[in-house]
């Protein structure tokens, strides 16, 4: 039986083998994933469900390259686990870079992650979308 840290980190090397069927394994049915942030950044909002998990890869997909993707501290009490991590993104319709970390909260029981929750410096990141 994994850890909670292990299924959170076997989820992130799918994405990054670009695996999202590995990815789709790791998340409960009833997934809730959050990422906050204002209207300017397209892919901001609650999704709900494995389908409105890999919508939300696909509103990310549609409007920013991944330059580099970095979780880089765990952080795990009981079935929570927090990561730290930092990013850099190019935003496709105006050509700028955006640079900055992050922290993930997820939630994983009967090993499957139930929600996550993203945290960034989102007014910094809409001055870059909007530029």
């Known amino acids: 039986m994994p ?3 292990e299924v959170v980190q076997t989820m992130y ?3 990054g083998a670009g695996n999202m069927d590995a990815l789709k394994d790791t998340l409960s049915e009833n ?3 959050i990422y ?3 209207d300017a950044i397209k892919h901001a909002d609650t999704y709900s469900g494995k389908a409105g998990v ?6 990310v997909n549609e409007h920013v390259e991944y330059l580099d993707f970095q979780p880089n501290q765990f952080i795990a009490q009981g079935n929570m686990v927090i990561v730290l ?3 850099k993104q190019k935003i496709l319709k ?3 870079i955006l640079e900055q970390g992050w922290v993930q909260i997820y939630t994983v029981n009967s090993d499957l992650i139930d929600k996550m929750e993203e945290f960034s410096d989102t007014a910094h990141a809409e ?3 909007i530029k």
């Open 3 to 5: 850890s909670p840290t």
């Open 13 to 15: 090397a799918a994405y």
């Open 31 to 33: 997934i809730k994933w």
């Open 36 to 38: 906050h942030g204002p």
């Open 54 to 59: 890999m919508k939300f890869f696909d509103n």
């Open 85 to 87: 991590g930092n990013e």
């Open 94 to 96: 105006n050509g700028e």
């Open 127 to 129: 001055k870059v979308h």
